[in-house]
Each structure stands twice: as structure tokens, then as C-alpha cells.
């Protein structure tokens, strides 16, 4: 199976922080990637998909890239709204498999 | 617009079976793989399968074979994983999502099972 080991597990910053967030795949050469952002009780909700692509209507202060296995999640300036829990999720492959997690707090 | 409907909880005893539910809306049910995935409390996530509602063709993970059983019935556009032999360690949220060309891009808001007596 192709694990994604996502880090940090938590992170707390200020509004107007830039925050990066990390998946690395254990194996794959073509990774599909997705990054999904999931509040409290809330089902999870596409943010971006295809490793660097925003989906409509995600605020363009998020972005994703991509070197190799390394995929990066990046919020350029920290909003309120935006305290959640984010995870990567890896859709070539079966069994499909999910990072565990970054938890975003304010400081 | 495309949604995907869940009951909120549902609470089975030890031993038992459970089937839960996702009713699609807004697309054509039968052109899109739908997934499962289990999250417990405070963990990530983790897939269960996937099925094709046109086909009927499943994929598993290994983890779940023998435990989820994953159907469809499209005259009600209506997914389902039938959960056996529920022990604590069952006792998840559930969601149904669909997989579009995007990758998982509608999720259900999840179902809460518990497992107690």
C-alpha cells in the first residue's frame, strides 16, 4: 500500500501567517493527490485536486505543489475560517489511502 | 447540485450487522465510482471500497474484506456498506463519497455508528 505520512500532525499560527503542510508518498511514480480541508462534525470538502489545482469557489490563498513524492499544501495568508484539520489523500493506487492530519490552531 | 444523503447516528449492540445508507441527488448515480471511508475519533481517515453502481464491481481493502459489504440499489440512487459482526472497535464515523474526475469531490456528511449494548 502507498502510505502518505503527512506532517506536522498539529500547528498553530497567526492570522496572516503563511502555513505549509507536507504529504510524502512511500512509493509511486505518478501520484494522483488530493488535499481536503474537514472542520469539527463536518464532511471533508475538496480543496485541491491533481496535486496543484484549485477547486471552485477554495479561496486563492490556498495552493498546492508538488517535487516528486512530496506534495505541499500552502495557505499564503492565515484566515480565522481557516482553522480546521487538513489531510492529503492519494487516489492512484488502490487501496486509496489518507495522510493523517495536520490540526490548524490559532495561537 | 450534487448531494449525497446520510442518517446522522445510528446504534447497534455487539454481534450485530448494520446497513448504512447514501442517497445521491444531483448527477446521474450510475456514472460515478462511490467510496467509503471509517474515521474514528481524533484519527485519520481510512478507506473501506469502492463500488460502480452501473456494474455492481467492488474494490476492498484488504482490511475490511469480510467485514463491509458494499451495494447499490439505482432505482432509489441509494449506496450502502452492511457492516458485520460489530464489535467497539467498529464505532466510527462513515461517510460515502463520490469519486468525479477531480478525485473525491462530494462527500456525504457522515454517519455516526455505535457500538454498544
Known amino acids: 500500500d502507498v502510505q502518505m505520512i503527512q506532517s506536522p500532525s498539529s500547528l498553530s499560527a497567526s492570522l496572516g501567517d503563511i502555513v505549509t503542510m507536507t504529504c510524502q508518498a512511500s512509493?509511486?511514480?505518478?501520484?494522483?493527490l488530493n488535499w481536503f480541508q474537514q472542520k469539527p462534525g463536518k464532511a471533508p470538502k475538496l480543496l485541491i485536486y491533481g496535486a496543484s489545482n484549485l477547486e471552485d469557489g477554495v479561496p486563492s490563498r490556498f495552493s498546492g505543489s508538488r517535487y516528486g513524492t512530496d506534495f505541499t499544501l500552502t495557505i499564503s495568508s492565515l484566515e480565522d475560517e481557516d482553522m480546521a484539520t487538513y489531510f492529503c489523500?492519494?487516489?492512484?493506487?488502490?487501496?486509496?489511502?489518507f495522510g493523517a492530519g495536520t490540526k490548524l490552531e490559532l495561537k | 447540485q450534487v448531494q449525497l444523503q446520510q442518517p446522522g447516528s445510528v446504534l447497534v449492540r455487539p454481534g450485530a450487522s448494520v446497513k448504512l445508507s447514501c442517497k445521491a441527488s444531483g448527477y446521474t448515480f450510475t456514472s460515478s465510482w462511490m467510496h467509503w471511508a471509517k474515521q474514528r475519533p481524533g484519527q485519520g481517515l481510512e478507506w473501506i471500497g469502492e463500488?460502480?453502481?452501473?456494474?455492481?464491481?467492488?474494490n476492498y481493502n484488504e482490511k475490511f474484506k469480510g467485514k463491509a459489504t458494499l451495494t447499490v440499489d439505482t432505482s432509489s440512487s441509494t449506496a450502502y456498506v452492511d457492516l458485520s459482526s460489530l464489535t467497539s472497535e467498529d464505532s466510527a464515523v462513515y461517510y460515502c463519497a463520490r469519486y468525479g474526475l477531480l478525485g473525491l469531490d462530494y462527500w456525504g456528511q457522515g454517519t455516526t455508528l455505535t457500538v454498544s449494548s
Open positions: 512509493q509511486g511514480t505518478s501520484i494522483n
Open positions: 489523500l492519494q487516489h492512484s493506487y488502490l487501496p486509496l489511502t
Open positions: 463500488i460502480h453502481p452501473n456494474s455492481g464491481n467492488t
